[in-house]
């Protein structure tokens, strides 16, 4: 078995014939779901655990602090204590909550963002399923993480928890279409929801530099639209602890308010991950059009770690966003969205599509 | 038993449960939950027969659309503590012989309908060929129903912002 970590298609299609070839093909594809499964979710855990971390880290840099340094080198230990810290705390049961609700809240937010994660593309052939609607399917499944929220803020049977779900709630819902149509200005430069076809489409320099202002308009309407979906600073209204201590979290403990935790940086990693794939190729190196040498210095560095470094990019700005924002009010909030970001959105798809009609993209 | 009737029946199974499991339960947001599931396992379906956009559009419109609005509105007007009161029997007979009578039927003229055991290859449109019939005009082109939508929806909208907006004081 050939490992090329250049191009990873090749070992994980030789892997699929090993298992086909030892086993019949109910017991392949049975086997080849666990491996995957396993795998997403030990990557959830790790991602997600480090980048609290690296909030934390980015945060006390932001505020010349140093930030956690007790636990292991540079506190690299920290969040792993706190998470076997969350483990060991007690769950504690709420009287007069709709029990079964309570529980399953916490699920669902988590589900919905494990079905995005699967759907990315993390180096070349590193892809779980590769739908032809890729980004219509992330799309699709992301929004219904809201559900839980809403489920978790109701059925605590506290205000808090309530206003901060329906805050949540508006925010999402609304946020959600220009997410929506910002990923659209790109499959009309694209011409395609698949995401490997939009990587590939990305060979000769990413969507970003190739579709003129729509796409670095839509690059900041996406920014801006993602870090408001993922309910984080300064659009975290959910939560805004100075007046509803925790918002819809307030009565989860232990291990149950670890999954929202979770899944709010899991959320932000995925829509890293979008925008790094739809807007700056993905795992595609940087090439220029034409350069051939340039290029081939470029492919050097294999596209994992191009996925990775873009990603990790765009989570900087988010977190930079957080720590450098007051938080909004509601209604600037839905004034922002509903007055600005949507017409912009709006005229933007139609001068994309001038611009490609035109032909005038690289 | 292959791969795909594993799933076939623990999605039709899922489906049967949670969709008894909504109309017979007395809290109503949990009534919505089970909705969410049934929604969520039909989308599942889709995407075993390998039809992913009617899947994903099922994802956004009925399970992140729909029942997130039936949420909404839950959570704007019912308490935790409000419960359903359970129904008389005389309602209960009477609902269960409406339903058997109404799944009889389906039943009956599906099994009447006498499917063609022809087997064409397995079709998965794109998002282009849909693209392009929604706006044709041709033969199989949708553009009518589309506009008709379109302007009900606008007509929707208006009448909603009409409804919405605030009287001016005086």
Known sequence: MKFDIYDLGSFTSSFDQLLMENFSPFWAVAIEMVIIGIAILAFYAVVGLYLVYAERKVCAFMQCRVGPNRVGPYGFFQTIADLIKLLMKELIPIKNADKLLFNIAPFIVIIASFMAIAAIPFAKGLHAIDFNIGIFYIMAVSSMGVVGILIAGWASNNKYSMIGAMRSGAQIVSYELSVGLSLVTIVVLAGSLQLSTIVEGQRDGWFLFTGHIPAVIAFLVFLVAATAETNRGPFDLAEAESELTAGFHTEYSGIKFAFFFLAEYMNMFIVASIAATIFLGGWMPFHVGGWEAFNNIMDYLPPVFWYIGKTAFIIFIMMWFKWTFPRLRIDQLLTLEWKYLLPINLVNILVMAFVVLMGWHF | ?170
Do not use: C, W
């Open chain 2, 1 to 170: 038993m292959s791969i795909h009737e594993l799933m076939f029946y623990l999605f039709s199974g899922m489906i049967l449960l949670f969709s008894v499991l909504t109309v017979t339960s007395r809290r109503i947001l949990r009534a919505a939950v089970y909705l969410l599931f049934v929604l969520v396992s039909t989308a599942g379906i889709y995407f075993m027969l390998n039809y992913q956009f009617l899947a994903a559009v099922q994802l956004t419109l009925y399970a992140g659309g729909i029942v997130v609005l039936i949420i909404f509105s839950i959570l704007l007007t019912s308490h935790i503590s409000q419960k359903f009161e359970p129904l008389g029997v005389k309602k209960m007979v009477f609902s269960a012989l409406a339903v058997a009578a109404g799944a009889l039927l389906s039943i009956m003229t599906i099994l009447d309908f006498g499917f063609d055991t022809v087997v064409t290859t397995s079709q998965n449109p794109d998002m282009e060929l849909i693209g392009t019939s929604l706006l044709s005009y041709e033969k199989n082109g949708y553009v009518l129903p589309f506009e008709v939508i379109s302007v009900l929806l606008l007509a929707a909208m208006v009448a909603s912002i009409v409804i919405a907006k605030k009287e001016k004081s005086k």
